[in-house]
């Protein structure tokens, strides 16, 4: 599938999101931080449900995820820089 955008370019935008909400129309931190996590929530869940549906997830190898990878979790710090 061809992206109509770089997903680099993507992330450059969501990453800058806040940044652009509290310099340009200046929205107190917070809320345009929360504004954010909200927009970026709301997309990955979009994009859950609309995968699912089209069902090109591979569940199996979505099963194979291990929570302790997250990041801040203790148990498995991953590696160093």
Same mark, same amino acid.
């Given at each position: 599938?061809?992206?109509? #955008? =770089? +997903?680099?370019?993507?992330?450059?935008?969501?990453? =800058?999101? /806040?940044?652009?909400? #509290?310099?340009?129309? $200046?929205? *107190? +931190?917070?809320?345009?931080?929360? %504004? !954010?996590?909200?927009?970026?929530? /709301?997309?990955?869940? %979009? $994009?859950? #449900?609309? *995968?699912?549906?089209?069902? %090109?997830? !591979?569940?199996?190898?979505? /099963?194979?995820?291990?929570?302790?990878?997250?990041?801040?979790? !203790?148990?498995?710090? $991953?590696?160093?820089?």
């Amino acid at each position: 599938m061809e992206h109509l #955008i =770089s +997903p680099d370019l993507l992330y450059e935008y969501l990453a =800058s999101a /806040s940044a652009l909400l #509290i310099l340009l129309f $200046g929205v *107190h +931190p917070t809320t345009a931080v929360g %504004t !954010d996590l909200l927009f970026a929530a /709301s997309t990955k869940a %979009t $994009g859950t #449900i609309v *995968h699912a549906a089209a069902r %090109t997830v !591979d569940w199996m190898l979505v /099963s194979l995820l291990d929570d302790r990878q997250c990041a801040g979790d !203790d148990r498995n710090p $991953g590696p160093t820089l």
